[in-house]
């Protein structure tokens, strides 16, 4: 028998989770490292001191996730709620409610998104001056190519490039990019803002269908999956915060340094997030050599914060998840009715929200209460029924750069699965894959291209099946391919840029 391989993965979140799985299925010796005390960090959620249930943010589960519903469904779990309406909210009250797509008779992309979302207040003329901007959608095809063309212009120039109007942006793609991306349109890549609007939108009518977890993902998720791998062989150690990664004179990694704790390794896939790398890249006496992880530096997070506010009484929330923009200036936020998502506040008497705030930079310093207050005047201004009740408990998560920020120009930064440490592997949502998914399954999707890249070098195992995304509508496919005919025989054409 070949002699057993030793494998080191950092970061238990989606894409450390999946790497440390297929790997440990395959016989491999992996372990998986996590910083935080429990696996998952913020995504997985945990209890506080009063046996509360908290976590750094609520994550949907859209309808294009077809590898995590798979990963869920092979672990025998059935966590997730049904699929959800959902709606949006300005200062002026209700704007949009969105049904559930796949209900609805299919129309070809993207008639079904036109034709079902009903705007309460945007006129008729303003959602026609989208349609310039398919040409862009087209055009964009998440190749190397389309994202060296988008990605240095912001995606505000890109909407008003195509004639976008301006009600229509700030009343629908601009709340789109606040809580798709986490900032304003003129701080986000414009070829991230079409990647990601055509994953969750565009693509496909029922893509913007979603589901929720029935509590922590920590809880639903994690903890089993984690024993799960435990069974196969792998281990989790939580509180090991990597500080280097470390290398020998061949350019080969031979495992990580935990403080005093060194982990030997004969392979190492990384799954934490750009926040995360940069921290091990500074106290790093070796990754500093290479100027791919010296890059890092010019990749920034965006601050979360999430709050939960417990009232002293019930209120009707019409739909259970819930965006809302326009309250702020940069700043989008979401609420959600964990009465109805939460299997623990099924039967409260009184109502529980979740309410996560995006590009939240300029609420980080505010205190608790201070927080809380704006939070309650907020969902007030969307729903006046909460104007009446009391917060009774409360809970607050600051994030410090907690999620990618897909800003203009950081495509040239961002690294590939393979790096130039031959057995040293990336994961996670900021990494480059020509999958085309976004968000948490990415993450997962990555995880398992890296495994794969071990899986290849050794020799050893399967390599893990993932599943595509739905291949382009026959009307797109074809318009795809007459616009990359043309651009070819522009490359003919003399340039003079």
């Known amino acids: 028998m070949p002699e057993q391989k030793k494998v080191i993965v950092i970061g238990a979140g989606w894409a450390g989770l999946g790497a440390t799985s297929h790997l440990a299925q395959q016989d491999y010796e992996v372990t998986l490292l996590e910083a935080a005390p429990y696996p998952g960090g913020l995504v997985a959620g945990w209890k506080t001191t009063g046996g509360r249930s908290v976590e750094g943010g609520i994550h949907g589960f859209w309808y294009p996730y077809s590898n995590i519903f798979s990963k869920v469904k092979e672990l025998g779990l059935e966590p997730f709620t049904r699929f959800t309406r959902s709606s949006q909210y300005s200062p002026a009250g209700l704007e949009v409610e969105s049904p559930i797509f796949q209900d609805e008779t299919r129309l070809p992309t993207p008639l079904g998104t036109f034709v079902y979302t009903k705007f309460q207040r945007l006129p008729l003329s303003d959602r026609l001056s989208a349609l310039p901007l398919l040409y862009s959608v087209i055009d964009f095809d998440n190749s190397h190519e389309a994202w060296q063309r988008y990605d ?21 793609f601009e709340p789109m990019l606040l809580v798709g991306l986490f900032a304003p349109g003129e701080q986000c890549s414009a070829a991230a803002a079409l990647g990601m609007l055509y994953y969750f939108i565009l693509a496909h009518q029922p893509d913007f269908d979603v589901v929720w977890c029935r509590g922590t993902v ?31 004179e061949t350019g080969k990694a031979t495992g990580v340094q935990c403080g005093d704790e060194f982990f030997a390794a004969d392979a190492v896939i990384s799954s934490v997030s750009i926040t995360g790398m940069k921290k091990i890249v500074a106290s790093s006496k070796t990754l ?22 417990w009232f002293d009484r019930k209120i009707e929330i019409p739909l259970p998840s819930n965006a809302c923009f326009g309250f702020d200036a940069t700043t989008g936020w979401t609420f959600f009715d964990l009465n109805d998502l939460h299997d623990e506040y099924h039967d409260e008497p009184n109502t529980v929200i979740e309410a996560d705030f995006y590009h939240a930079n300029q609420l980080l310093p505010m205190s608790d209460e201070q927080i809380i207050e704006k939070v309650h005047r907020d969902v007030t201004t969307c729903l006046p029924a909460f104007g009446a009740a009391k917060v009774v408990d409360s809970s607050v998560i600051r994030v410090k750069e907690g999620v990618t920020h897909f800003f203009p120009g950081s495509y040239q930064h961002l690294l590939s699965a393979d790096t130039e440490i031959p057995n040293l592997y990336m994961s996670g949502d900021w990494i480059i894959t020509r999958h085309g998914s976004w968000s948490q399954e990415k993450a997962y999707v990555t995880g398992l291209e890296a495994a794969n890249l071990v899986v290849e070098k050794f020799g050893m195992g399967s390599k893990a099946n993932i599943i595509p995304i739905e291949p382009d509508e026959p009307h797109i496919q074809v318009a795809r391919n007459i616009n990359q005919t043309i651009r070819d025989w522009t490359k003919f054409l003399p340039s003079f840029w």
């Open 152 to 172: 240095k212009i912001t995606a505000r120039e890109l909407f008003r490039q195509y004639g976008v109007s301006e009600r229509l942006y700030k009343e629908a």
């Open 218 to 248: 920590g809880e639903q998720i994690f903890k089993p999956w984690i024993a799960a791998i435990a069974k196969a062989g792998g281990k989790v150690l939580t509180n090991k915060r990597v500080s280097d990664i470390v290398v020998d």
């Open 288 to 309: 500093n050599n290479y100027a791919q992880f010296r890059d890092l530096s010019n990749l920034k997070g965006i601050d979360v914060l999430a709050t939960r506010l």
